[in-house]
């Protein structure tokens, strides 16, 4: 069970260091900014209005950390 600790403290690490990239960016870490989040899935579906939920659609960190 070592390596799945390891690769889970790596998965963690890695989240942190994005969550800490995207808040000096002011970006949202769901949607990097973009404002939406398509699953790939649904995207062939209905590509048309698929606000990213962390955000609300605005891409901002501020908007994103206030959820
Ligand atoms: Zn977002």
Redesign the pocket.
């Known amino acids: 069970m070592r390596l799945f600790q390891a690769i889970a403290q790596w998965q963690e690490e890695r989240q942190e260091k994005h969550l800490q990239n995207m808040k000096e960016q002011g970006l949202?870490p769901?949607?990097q900014g973009?404002?939406f989040?398509i699953p790939v899935s649904e995207f062939y579906i209905s590509p048309s209005h698929y606000n990213?939920p962390?955000?609300n659609g605005s891409?901002s960190y501020q908007d994103?950390s206030q959820l």
């Open positions: 949202c769901d949607c973009k404002g989040n990213c962390g955000c891409g994103w």
